[in-house]
């Protein structure tokens, strides 16, 4: 029983691992792209155009009100078919490039939220420092404000990556071989539920663990001394 | 040198500021007193249109001042400001503090700005602290630090809103040294201030405002010993309470 146990741990190991190399490509991906989106739709929240504000609260929410799932399948399964409707023609949509749009377009919205409350915890005061020195608001964006609210948000930002490595797991749902469904597959061979389960679950956890020390490394490095 | 006619600003309902004429000459120190809510502060955010006017004409030798983006950029490039809260930026050391803008703005070369912003704190008297950050000074070297920052844009004319009110007792006295010795050197300057003895000692000019609108104005000395209106003569007797 025990050495069956840790048999299966070691024997689904391997492809897992396999797995593991999608969840932090696409974890990593759609953090990376998802900051950069996310920047424009906090400063798109916060501007002066009317316009603008409504799209990206819009954007916002509607990202944060619909189950992260829901908007996988829409855009892995939805759109291809709505366009195959409209041309006439399939449009064969690569589950590893959907998983990750829709993980880029979801974090987007959660980091612009995390940034605009960094902004405001700064207060105006900083703003108009830089303002009154003849900085642009862009240029007072790029070298005063958003510095330091990253920094402030690294933490939040950490969380958000953390959320991120362990949603991955429902693009099982559209076939990417990440650690889920991975795991499936040995199962499938191997009737072996509890030990693979386990495995899954410990690699995870593992994931989560580092990626958690590495924030709190950044955090420690990037810390402001006020 | 500042010329200011006919100034109006409302926050909503509110008129803060109802039709202000203020003129500032070259190398002259004005300070601006009354009491709280009179709209000193917003008569100086005006000036540098951090807050942008109803009503009423902003210029800087000689040329008018609008509303446009490329015009305030430019206005606010010639005028130095400092706060209450020194709005120093935390996540720069000193010196970068004091680079920022000029490098930025200016496009000056790293080199010579370099030498500039080291002069300028030697100036306030804290060339050791060039690589601290400002979490780790106390409120006086804070507020040196701003004023060296402003100046770092070498601006024509410098506007200071209460710039010791938020400081330790103990430290008002070396930054009003560092606001005299720039008078001394020529400097156009705006002071909302309650330091009396300041105003007295430093000022040529003294402007007392109250309810968004200047009630009494005269030389700094003349004014503060004789002033003529009742309502500048409550102010002056219970400041100096
Ligand atoms: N951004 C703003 N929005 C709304 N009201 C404002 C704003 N700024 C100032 N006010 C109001 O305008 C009035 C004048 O404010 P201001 O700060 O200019 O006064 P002050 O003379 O500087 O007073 P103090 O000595 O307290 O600093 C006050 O009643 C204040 O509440
Ligand atoms: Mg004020």
């Known amino acids: 029983m025990l050495t069956d146990f840790f048999q299966h741990l070691v024997g689904s190991f391997p492809a897992l691992l396999k797995g593991a190399g999608y969840t932090v490509l696409v974890a990593l991906l759609s953090m990376g792209l998802g900051l950069l989106l996310g920047l424009f739709v906090c400063l798109g929240k916060i501007s002066k155009e009317r316009f603008l504000r409504v799209l990206c609260s819009g954007y916002i929410d509607v990202f944060r009100g619909t189950p992260l799932l829901v908007q996988i399948l829409f855009i892995y399964f939805g759109f ?29 919205a959660y980091i612009a939220e995390i940034l605009r409350a960094g902004i405001s915890s700064l207060g105006k005061g900083q703003l108009e420092a830089a303002e009154s020195l003849g900085l642009s608001y862009i240029q007072a964006m790029r070298f005063v404000i958003l510095p330091q609210a990253l920094r402030r948000m690294i933490p939040a930002l950490g969380n958000e990556f953390v959320t991120l490595l362990k949603d991955t797991s429902l693009l099982s749902a559209i076939a990417v071989t990440e650690i889920v469904k991975e795991g499936r597959l040995y199962i499938s ?8 389960y386990f495995a899954i679950a410990l690699l995870y956890f593992v994931l989560t663990f580092i990626a958690t020390r590495i924030f709190n490394r950044l955090e420690e490095r990037f810390k402001i001394h006020d | 040198m500042i010329e200011i006619r006919g100034l109006q600003k409302s926050f909503g309902e509110l008129k803060v500021l109802k039709g202000i004429d203020f003129a500032v000459s070259s190398g002259e120190v004005v300070c601006l007193i009354g009491p709280s809510g009179s709209g000193k502060s917003t008569l100086l ?16 030798e000689g040329k008018s001042y609008q509303t446009l983006p490329k015009e305030v950029k430019e206005l606010r490039s010639e005028v130095g400001m400092v706060f209450q809260h020194f709005n120093l930026f935390p996540h720069l050391n000193v010196l970068e503090n004091v680079m920022l803008a000029p490098a930025k703005v200016r496009q000056l070369e790293d080199g010579p700005l370099r030498e500039l912003a080291t002069k300028l704190l030697r100036e306030v008297g804290l060339a050791d602290k060039a690589a601290a950050y ?6 006086g070297q804070k507020q040196r ?10 601006p ?26 720039l008078a001394k050197g020529g400097m156009t300057m705006v002071v909302v201030t309650h330091e009396m003895g300041f105003a007295r000692e430093v000022a040529d000019r003294v402007v007392f405002m109250a309810d968004g609108k200047i009630v009494e104005e005269g030389p700094a000395r003349e004014f503060l010993a004789n002033p003529q209106t009742e309502r500048a003569k409550a102010f002056l007797g219970s400041e100096l309470k």
Not at chain 1, 81 to 108: C, E, I, R, Y
Not at chain 2, 145 to 154: D, E, G, H, P, W
Not at chain 2, 157 to 172: H, I, K, Q
């Open chain 1, 80 to 108: 291809p078919s709505l366009l195959q409707q409209l041309f006439g023609q399939p449009f064969p949509f690569d589950p590893l490039v959907a998983g990750t749009v829709a993980f880029t377009l979801n974090a987007a």
């Open chain 1, 189 to 196: 061979r191997t009737y072996a539920a509890f030990p693979t």
């Open chain 2, 45 to 60: 955010r005006c000036i540098n249109l951090l807050d942008t006017p109803n009503q009423g004409e902003i210029s800087l």
């Open chain 2, 134 to 139: 400002p979490g780790n000074l106390s409120g």
């Open chain 2, 145 to 154: 630090v701003a004023i060296a920052r402003a100046l770092a844009m070498q």
């Open chain 2, 156 to 181: 024509k004319v410098m506007l200071f809103d209460e710039p010791t009110s938020a400081l330790d007792p103990e430290v008002v006295g070396e930054v009003l040294a560092v606001m005299k010795q």
